[in-house]
């Protein structure tokens, strides 16, 4: 009873601090942050709703500390060039991005449609890379000429890897005969906590007294991060009581692999797993990428398998998936770190009995979704609603994020395509000369 008249005694003194604090002037605001009798990040919650004031309050407190640019040159023109009237602040406070002073504009382009699986899509790009959407858009139209492309799910599944520590080496053994022997009490407990996901496996690597479990779980049409991690920790605190000297060390363990390149999710996955091929006769290959069939499969084992491999890479046996992956990710409200994993792919050409040109794309790590982190912002979903995959599926839960995840290796491999064409026929400077420069 006394908590309850606490908490909301404690909710309308909040209240009386923010109708007072909102109705001081911008000034009064800027010196309050100056004498540290207002924090730096709690400006939004008290001039609420009002978030573009608070926006604006924090640029004009945060102008000091700017470097000079060109001698005598005003501090506060260099942030006048970063935007931040009109922007739509409800849907950014509290869930994507904190102590706010403007947002940055990235061009959209739009390469395509490529014909997949029977339909045409658009590939929307957001980039400051000359060449890259009409490098993509020329690939997409010889593709489309060709017949289109087709693709296919192999494989779905977004992962945690928490490291937990026992007292010795044979009772870090024990876990995993424990959990190689349980895993439909894994699953129950790790279902519990979720209405989309759904755990698939566990692979436990021991090192010493340590352990890194390896959970991979669907996550319907959400990348997955938070979903996982929080069935995770309910199957850590489940194990916990049949083994109670083990200690959790961290939820992630690194071996996850999140946001950073490894041989574990080039080999075993994260995300989608995602393949797609298309077959492009010998006259389109000759009239519109200016090269020939035999001189592609040549360029693609010199450069991106043998190349690659003299280079030691991990999943980059392509030409420029990473440039397409970033486009798109930053089109549609991704996380743009998830860029390193989710652009490992490999690039495969061979010629056919008839002549013509066989290219496939393999991204073993495509991590995307279509709910939830910068899909919710207004000009992403209206993207994600032009490609025809925004939210959630109404009937088939994940089908608009496997879908997204399909667009984006179409695109790698109009990308690919176009590219090593113009490598093959010496093209690749004279188009970046032309595209990318004033």
């Given amino acids: 009873m006394f908590s309850s008249a606490r908490s909301v005694l404690l909710c309308a003194s909040r209240q009386i601090v923010r109708g007072c604090l909102s109705g001081k002037t911008d000034c009064e605001l800027v010196q309050m942050l100056d004498e540290k009798k207002l924090k730096f990040h709690e400006i939004e919650k008290v001039l609420h709703p009002d978030f573009e004031r608070a926006v604006r309050v924090r640029r004009e407190f945060v102008v000091k500390y700017i470097v000079e640019h060109g001698p005598g040159e005003q501090k506060a023109k260099t942030i006048d060039n970063v935007p931040y009237a009109g922007y739509q602040y409800e849907n950014v406070v509290g869930s ?11 061009p959209v382009g739009l390469a395509g449609p490529i014909l997949l699986d029977g339909k045409e899509q658009p590939i929307p790009m957001a980039t400051t890379e000359g060449a890259l959407v009409a490098s993509t858009h020329r690939g997409a139209r010889c593709i489309l000429r060709a017949g289109g492309c087709v693709s296919r799910v192999v494989d779905d599944g977004m992962t945690r890897a928490p490291v937990v520590a026992l007292p010795s080496m044979p009772r870090a053994v024990d876990l995993k005969v ?11 407990w790790f279902d519990s906590t979720t209405r989309f996901g759904r755990l698939r496996s566990v692979f436990v690597r021991v090192v010493g007294r340590k352990a890194y479990l390896r959970f991979r779980a669907t996550t319907g049409d959400a990348m997955g991060m ?11 605190r489940r194990l916990k009581e049949a083994f109670p000297d083990m200690e959790v060390l961290s939820l992630s363990g690194n071996m996850c692999t ?12 994260r995300g989608k797993g995602i393949v797609t091929e298309a077959v492009v006769p010998e006259d389109l290959v000759r009239d519109v990428l200016k090269t020939t069939v035999d001189d592609l499969v040549q360029l693609n084992i010199d450069k991106n398998l043998v190349g690659s ?35 490992t792919a490999l690039t495969y050409m061979e010629k056919t009995k008839e002549g013509s040109l066989r290219i496939s794309v393999t991204m073993p790590c495509v991590e995307v979704g279509t709910i939830g982190g910068g899909t919710t912002l207004p000009a992403q979903r209206g993207i994600l609603e032009m490609m025809g995959c925004a939210g959630p599926h109404p009937d088939i839960p994940g089908e608009n994020a496997r879908k997204l995840a399909r ?19 010496g093209h690749l400077v004279r188009a970046h000369m032309e595209l990318n420069r004033k």
């Fill in 309 to 343: 491999a003299l280079a030691g890479s991990i999943g980059g046996f392509n030409a420029q998936v990473a440039n397409v992956v970033a486009a798109v990710f930053l089109a549609t409200g991704q996380d743009p770190a998830q860029v390193v994993e989710s652009s």
């Fill in 407 to 425: 667009i984006v290796c179409a695109a790698a491999l109009c990308a690919e395509l176009s590219l090593m064409a113009g490598l093959a026929a």
């Fill in 226 to 236: 938070n979903m996982i991690s929080k069935g995770t920790e309910e199957v850590m």
């Fill in 258 to 269: 999140d946001k950073k390149p490894s041989a574990v999710n080039w080999v075993q996955g």
């Fill in 178 to 188: 424990w959990v190689d022997g349980n895993f439909e009490s894994l699953r129950e």
């Fill in 96 to 106: 994507n991005c904190e102590n706010i002073i403007g947002y940055i504009p990235i």
